[in-house]
């Protein structure tokens, strides 16, 4: 959308997901919960929009964005909207390294809804996950990570990063399991 001289800039994210996922997932012919099935069966608006700033030796940026359900899928729910918001910096501290630290808050409403094979299902085995309204959730976490570059040899143009991220505030809805500190270990290449 924008692009100034100090290296700051504004992106405007736009997309788009089809319901490819299934979300008739059965085990020993019994219909799983809402959260065991692979998509939502429904088309998604994923819209964000992304600031950018970028210096020598540091980055930082903001990101809104979310998830808006169009309509209910074929067994009539649909999950709930999502909104996403996230700040992060990061600080070059050689050429193939860099920290970063960001902050990220996600709420997701519960389902809208419900599947009628799976609320018999709750009716005779009862489970937070056959809950339609045990679904959706509002997070707020912190993290920080670590990046190399690598800038020579075989491996030019490969980045590997490792970041750590916990759970500063949670508050789900029904009953549900909260989420724990998460590790995550990522591997690019840019040519």
């Known amino acids: 959308l924008a692009s100034w001289d100090n ?10 997901s089809a319901p490819t996922g299934s979300i008739d997932e059965k085990s020993d012919g019994n219909i799983l919960g809402y959260g065991m099935q692979f998509g939502s069966g429904t088309w ?20 809104a964005g979310g998830v808006l359900r169009m ?53 005779t085995m009862a489970s937070p996950g056959f809950e339609s309204a045990s679904h959706g959730r509002d997070i707020s976490s912190f993290g920080l990570g670590l990046n190399y570059y690598c800038q020579n040899g ?10 750590w ?13 909260e989420t724990d500190s998460i590790w995550s270990l990522g591997w690019q290449y840019a040519w």
């Open 165 to 177: 991220e916990t759970p500063m505030s949670e508050d789900v809805n029904g009953v549900q399991l």
């Open 71 to 123: 309509g209910e899928n074929d067994r009539d729910y649909s999950l709930g909207n999502r909104f996403d918001a996230l700040l992060w910096g990061a600080r070059k501290l050689s050429d193939s390294f860099s920290v970063s630290a960001k902050f990220d808050y996600f709420t997701q409403g519960e389902i809208d809804g419900k599947d009628v094979e799976i609320e018999i299902r709750n009716a």
């Open 154 to 163: 075989t491996f030019k143009g490969h980045r590997l990063a490792v970041e």
């Open 7 to 16: 290296g700051q800039r504004v992106h405007l994210n736009v997309g788009i």
């Open 44 to 63: 998604d608006f994923l819209p964000a929009i992304t600031f950018l700033g970028q210096t020598e030796n540091y980055s930082w940026g903001a990101q």
